[in-house]
Structures are given as C-alpha cells and as structure tokens.
C-alpha cells in the first residue's frame, strides 16, 4: 500500500508538471473587443439603404433615431431622447426672401458613466440632406462608426464618463447641435469629437466662428500622424465658413461658441457629386477608410489628455500652416509681434522714400492720380476681359456654370489669362506718359496694402495674415525688384481660393460672383491694383530686364490667351462624378389636372430639350397622366371686420408630406396677430415679426415647417388689402412614372401640390 501511495503521488506531480501549463493555456481569457468595420459598415447600409432619405422630422429620421436608440441599449448604454423645435430665420444673401422655417427633431444622448464625471463626447448627425439624399456617406458613415464604437467603449474600463449624440437637424444648419449646447451642462466636458462624413484622406476641421484649441490641434495631428493616416487641416477662412451666421461645417462648431474643445472629421476636399444627393448610397463609402477611422477615433479618446473640463478661453487667432504631413501653429502673440515688426519696418521705408526728395515731388499730385486712374482702369479691363471668354461660351453652350467639374481650373485659366493680359498690356502702357518715377509705384502698393491691412487686422487679426504677407513681399521688393517676387505676394490670397475652390462651397461662390458681377469685378481689380504698382516699380528699376520679358513672352501671351479661350469650350460643364442637378416634379394645381415640370438651377441638356420638342431653357412643363393628387385643401376665411380675417385650412392627406409652405403676398403691409402651433410665436426671436417684408414691390412672408404635420391650421390676419395665401405641399415621389436616364445628371423626384386663394 504505501508503494501504492508513492506512486500516486508521483503520477499527480507529473500530472500538474506536464499538464498544468496546458491546462492554464485552455482556460478561457477576456479578450479586447476590437473595432469591426464591417459591423459599422453595416450600420451604415441599414440606415441608408432599409430606412433611406432622413431629412430633418421626417418618419425616415424617426426610424432612424428608433434603430440607433435600439443598439446603443444593446451595447449597455443610458439612452435618452431630446425632442425639439426651433424657428430659423433665413438669411441667405443668394435668396433674400421673408421665409421663416420650424424645424422639428430630436437628439439621441447616450451616456456611459465612468470613475469620474469628467467627461469626452463624441458626436455625429444621422439626418441627411433631403427627401431625396439616403445619406450614406453623409452621415450614416459617422453613426455606424459611433455605434460600433458604442460596443467596444461598453466593454472597456474606463476613467472618464463618455457621451455619444445623435444629432438631428444638422442639415437645417447645425440645429441639433445648437439646441444641445444651449440646454446641456457642460462644465464636465473636457472635449468633443465630432465624425461627418467618414473617408480618407481626413479633413481635421478646426473651423467655426472661433478655432479648437491649438493644444487640441496638436495633439491631434500626433495622433493622426502616428496611425498613418492622411490628412489635411481646415483652418477658418473666412469665406469658407457655412453662411457665416451658423458658424462652421458640422456640429462641432458648436461647441466651439460655447468653449468646450471640439474637433471635426470628415472628407477632406471638395465632395463629389454624390453630395447631398440621390447618388449618396452604400457604394459610396469605401470599407477600409471606416477600418481606418474607428481605431483613430479609438486612440484619440485615449491618447488626447486636456488640462481641464468645461467651457473656457484660449488663443483662437493663432495661425496654422502645413508642409506634408506637419503642422506648425503660429501664437497670437507671434502673429502680433510679426505685425508690428512688419509695420515699422514698412514705417521705416515709407520715411526713407518721402526723405528722398528728388523722386518723390508732391507738386505732381495730379500727375501721379492720373497714374492711378489709368492703372485702375487696366485692372478693370483685365478682370473683366479675363471673363469675356467665359460669358462668350455660356452663350454658345446655353450653360451658366461653366466650371462646376473643374472649378480649379477656373482659377488657373483665369490667373493665366489675367497674367498674359498684363505682359500684353505692359506694351502699351511704356507709350503712355505715366508717372515715371519708381518709388510712386511703391508708395502706391505700400499705401494700399497698409490701408486693407490695418483695417483687417482690427476686425481680427488671422484674417489680416494673407495681406500682411504681401506687404512684407512688397517691402522686400524695395530691396530686390523682381517680377517673381511680384507675383508670390498674393500666395495666401491664391490658396484661400484654392480650399475654397475645393470645399463644396464652391457653387455657391461661383453663384455669388454671377449674381453680383459689378461688385466682383470691383473687389478683384482692387486685388490686383497692388500687383499692377508693384509690377511698374520693377519696370522703372529694372529696364532691360522689362524689355527682355516682355519680348521673350510677347508670342506665348497671345498662345495663352488663344487656348485659353479655346479650352474653355471643350471643358464639359457637368460629369459623372459632378452631375448637374435636375427636378422632376409632378404637380397639381388644386382640382387641375397634373403636370410634370422639369426644372434645373441651369439649362437643361439640349438632347433631353429635344427629346421632349422643347427649346433650351431651365424650365420644361409637360402633361401628365390623370392621377389623384396626394391630398386635398379646404380653405375658409371669415371676416372679422376692422380689416381683420380668420385664416383656416384643412388638408387631408393621403400620406405625410415632406414640406408645408405657406406664402403670404399683399400690395400693403400685413400682420399675422394670431396662430396655431404651425409656428409657435413664443420661440420667434424678439427681432422677428410674423408681418410682409416689402421686395420687388409688394410685401410677403413665407412660413414653413417640417413634420410631424396637423390637418388643421387656423390663423388671424390683419391687413389693408387684398391677401394672396399660397400653399405648397412638397411629397417624395417614391415611384416616378417619368424618369431621366443620363450619366452626368443628378435627379430628385416629387410631388407638388399647390393651392392659391386670396381674400
């Protein structure tokens, strides 16, 4: 028994000496849930694909906020819904009318408590553009990767509480996102994060009516540098910011206002033609830029470490500038020595010039205005020639925007065209009795930019860089005249084009030159003023060096011009890839019997014109077959005297529409005293009045909404003649009986209804 014993033992030390590794090695461990791109992926695809376009209160945007509240339960998250209603005032320099809109939505909130209450927010918008717009890459793409993320946060231990929103309304102009922060607490925030439009290369967006904190952009850009992802930085030109009064590109901008650090990413570059359109679908989001972007955003919220929670202040002049993949921040305080560096220095010049009296003689005044005359007069001529070739062909290929597939070419053709009429009109201007001293040319550049300077650095100071810039090229050109020189100055102003030509603010610019063609041509001979002064100061110090140029590029000016003028006609307006936008549109006019009304911001293509025997134009009716309209109106008006009406409409619908429209025009003035809850008067801006605002002879107010929708409308109306209500009530079009099939065309399909009374 006891060898029995021995042995025993024996065989259990052997046992855990050989079988207890292997044992350990079986047990099961808790492995890190990683980021899976095809889950967000998938996410994405439901959104755009099961549930579709999202517009802001839309039974698609509900459906929406019902499946992401769904899977955040799932990950374990506190979930709860932030209803609103907002009224926007439109102001839109491209559309000046007295509209006054409600939009109507939700945000989704969820919260994951932590060790501590300091708190990192992640954001995204699960809205899309219009009834028309799945939204897929605008922005399913940024809420699957936050619903994926919702899972992996939910199973890591973590210090600080996260929060994740769900916008709504972000396309009605950040609306969600300003409705938050205006009833949020934020003094636990230390920092935002907010995703639209996920793809690659990454725009880091610090733009908004003030910038992310430069500590913020630095640590940032090290983490986006580390993961090996492309990028490029937005910095807040002017220009560049959405409508000026919004602030920014996405809801991050928000938070900016409100002093909480906040960051966008998105797309960097200007959007193709998907944007905001039907064609923004499932195919348009690439798997591997998502596989990319969630273990970023991963590595961020770990890796970024702020100071402090809570709103605060920070230096938002600074200036950013970036080589490749590095970014370099200059202070405020750098940029405030480096302006009064370069004022004195300037100072300094201006003294030594006037001293010199021999080349300076003030009893030549008229002399020397005569000069300036005549070289603002070359500037005009110059912008406006340089756009000669532009409205020739929007004549012969009966287009208005000729450059909307390439508009960076639009800004090289007209820099090429601009550059070749200088050289030609150079020529010219050596037989005209100009002013022949040197340092008037430069006093006149000087002076200019001195003035534009001061007076940009004073509304604010990041703003004035570009022109500082220059004013320093042109006191070096003091030192160095030299035409290259000349024409580095305006860089900044050159690159500010070039991100503008390169964002989808693009179209809109575009719109604006056309729109105001006098004030354009003024602001842009105004820019090229300083360049034509500084161009004559080299003339008079360097002679020879003119003639040669001028002689050298007398043939390849005129070769420029010549194919410039030509290229313009073989580039194609629209493409695949940037498509012209066009409505199809079935309408009813009350009882009337249906139409279908073809409609573009441009003219229609020739070949869809002659398909249906119809001129070039941007309009094209065509009847339609006899089917019931998607409701019916009732209106009733009873008067109360004192030139007062009670206004009621009944509107039956068949299903729910995507916009009600109700436009009040009167010769006289008019008021609106009483209203239901189409638009809650207590939510009006003080400023804001329900009354005609007079335009183009006549006064009218444009009241919309979007849904949920009520049958019924009741209003009182005060005014000192006859009212006309008209009544648009805009429908998807689910399945088109007229469809257009053409490779460069973008389509929106709807039902319109309209009805038109007065009293």
Known sequence: MKGLKIFTIFQVMLFFLFAGPSMTQAQPQTKEVEFN?????????YLSEKIGPRPAGSKGEQKAAQYIRYILEQAGWKVKEQPFSKVIVQNDPLNPENRITIINSQNIIAELPGQISETVLLGAHYDSADSSAPGAVDNASGV????????ILGNKPHRETYQLIFFGAEEAGLVGSEYYVSQADLSAVRWMINLDMVGTP?????????????????????VVNQEGVPFHLSRDFLVMTRGGTQGGNSDFSSFLDHGIPSIGFGIS????GYFHRPEDQIDKLPLQDIDRI???????????QLPSAGPQNWDSSYLTFQLGSHVFILPTMGLRLLFVIILFFTGYLLVRVFINKKRVNAKNIGYYLLGILSLAGLAVGVVSLSG?????????????????????????IRFLLGLSLILLAMRILKKIPLPRSENFYWLAATGSLLLITT????????????????????DLLYFWPNLLLVLIAPYFIYHIHWELLNSHQWSSFYEILHLYPILSTLVYSGLLMPILFSGMYVVFRRPKHIKLILKITKVPAFVTIILSLILIGFIPSYTRAYPQTIRVQKEWAGNQTAQYHIVSHDFIPKDISKGFNQRPSKNIYLSAQADKPPMSLEGVVVDKGSRSFNLSLKMNYVREPYRVQIKLTSSKPFYITQMDDFLPINKLPRKVKLEGKERKGQYELILERTPPQKPVLQWTIEGESTVQVTTEISFPDLKPNLTLEKSNLSVDYLEIYRSEFQF
């Open 37 to 45: 791109a095809g889950n967000a992926y998938e996410h994405a695809r």
């Open 144 to 151: 699957g990767v936050l619903l994926e993320l919702a899972k």
């Open 202 to 222: 990454l725009e880091v967006d610090i733009a908004g009516k003030t910038s992310s904190p430069p500590e913020l952009v630095r640590q940032v850009v090290k």
């Open 269 to 272: 570059g200007r959007p193709e």
């Open 294 to 304: 969630g273990p970023l955003i991963l590595e961020l919220i770990k890796s970024v």
């Open 388 to 412: 000669a070739g532009e409205i020739l062909y929007q004549k012969i290929k009966e287009t208005e925007i000729l450059w909307f597939a390439y508009p960076g070419l639009f800004l090289v």
């Open 455 to 474: 007076f940009l650095a004073l509304y604010r100071l990041d703003i004035a860089y570009p022109f500082l810039f220059w004013l320093l090229c042109i």
